[in-house]
């Protein structure tokens, strides 16, 4: 008991106890910069980054599931609370993301891992997030509740339909069983995100947006448009999507939609969150959820990148082009803020002794106390039982001679 009570008031137990699911947005981040990285042919940057966000993903995992060994009522908080429930979806798009990076990079085997991982991760979060604010016995999410971290339900739905492409392209799983399960869930994917921006929309048409509203979690909005972009694309390059067919159409028209919708948010999400946040002279601080900022930069410019081979749309391969270094500036800066802001706090020297003793201040009224206690033991060698009051009392009462106010019968000094 004893040692369990030291680790929780150890700093690597506080450490433990700040990993929430939210942490897995800088593996999103860093997985899909690496990939934007890619785009622009720059393949070794792009697999040191890659590999970063392989070493993020195991560390945060490993922080979260010891967290959740010794704190289990902190992960069961998190998971009840309409207002930051949907965050733990983050771990489901984090599998996908770096997963589709292995499986670019030749590492099928491990790819494969955490496809069906997210999968299962997925299923559950469903049937214990969702499902359970909606049909619970507490009380059910108001409207104030609903942010922008709820898009990431939808994202990791999409994310999950990538995963279906990348395994249908390294033949682990039939190519039409592939193909439909990734329709089926880049559909449901689309359907979330509707449902969501109608329910965002009604809390800002009623609640309104605070100043912190914007720092970070609407730009999901964004994100979770890009990455159905991206899956998009990815199912025009599978099987049955022929050219001049019906359901190419209506992918391609849906996924260019999305485009739009991200390419509009972008410029406005940007404006409004510089004129709420920054300040003059700016000041560089990092916090967590910036990486849900850094993640739809990535996303926007890989799913632009793509969707033009699909869409014949020239102009989106350019912008997705120019947003991969955008994204890659940004991703550099809070990383290295990240870095800046784990650094131990430095603890400044005192300065050194002086080689003599100071002197003792002098007592102030040092003669009176001494005067008042040769007249205290005067008056009781008298048979006097008054009580002896300093000079300084002399305006508050009349005195005697000697400087003392009598209290009672005493014979004068």
């Keep these: ?34 990939a934007a990285v890619r785009e622009i042919g720059l393949k070794t940057v792009g697999g040191v ?9 195991v560390i945060i995992s490993g922080a979260f ?15 009840t609370a309409p207002s930051r429930a949907f ?8 599998c996908a993301i770096v997963g589709s990076g292995l499986s670019d990079t030749g590492h099928r085997v491990a790819a494969e891992v955490l496809a069906w991982t997210g999968l299962a991760a997925w299923l559950t979060l469903t049937g214990a997030v969702p499902a359970r604010l909606a049909l619970g016995r507490q009380a059910r999410p108001r409207l104030d509740d609903v942010n922008g971290t709820w898009y990431l339900w939808a994202v990791s739905t999409q994310s999950l339909s990538i995963s279906a492409s990348f395994l249908r392209s390294d033949a682990e799983v039939p190519a039409r069983i592939a193909q439909m399960s990734a329709v089926a869930l880049w559909s449901a994917g689309v359907v979330l995100y509707l449902a969501i921006s109608f329910l965002v929309a009604l809390r800002l048409h009623a609640a309104g947006l605070g100043p912190a509203g914007l720092r970070a979690p609407y730009w999901v909005a964004m994100g979770a448009a890009s990455i159905g972009v991206l899956a998009a694309a990815q199912i025009l390059g599978g099987p049955g999507m022929a050219a001049g067919g019906g359901g190419r159409t209506v992918v391609v028209s849906v996924a260019v939609t999305l485009w739009l919708l991200a390419s509009g948010l972008m410029p406005v999400l940007a404006a409004i969150t510089a004129a ?11 916090w967590p959820g910036a990486w849900t900022m850094v993640f739809p930069l990535g996303m926007y410019a890989v799913a632009s990148a793509q ?8 102009l989106a391969r350019r912008i997705g082009l120019d947003e991969a270094w955008a994204a890659a500036v ?31 201040p002098r007592e102030r009224g040092r003669g009176r106390r001494q005067a008042c206690r040769r007249t205290r033991g005067a008056t009781a060698r008298a048979g006097c039982r008054c009580r002896a009051t300093p000079t300084s009392a002399r305006r508050r009462a009349p005195s005697q001679p000697g400087g003392h106010t009598r209290q009672g019968p005493c014979p004068p000094a």
Excluded: Q
């Design 49 to 57: 980054m890659l590999g970063i966000a392989a070493a993020a993903f």
């Design 65 to 79: 599931c010891f967290r959740a060994a010794l704190a289990p009522a902190a992960v069961r908080a998190d998971l």
């Design 307 to 314: 969707i033009a081979m699909h869409a014949d749309l020239p």
């Design 276 to 286: 709420l946040s920054l300040r003059w002279p700016p000041r560089l601080r990092y």
């Design 87 to 94: 965050t733990s979806f983050a771990s489901v798009a984090a």
């Design 1 to 34: 008991m004893r040692g369990h009570l030291l680790a929780a008031e150890s700093p690597s137990w506080r450490a433990m106890r700040s990993v929430s699911p939210e942490s897995f947005a800088l593996v999103m981040a860093t997985g899909i910069v690496a």
């Design 330 to 360: 940004a991703w550099a800066l809070t990383f290295a803020l990240m870095v800046v802001a784990a650094r131990p706090p430095r603890h400044r020297s005192r300065p050194a002794a002086r080689p003599w003793p100071r002197r003792r």
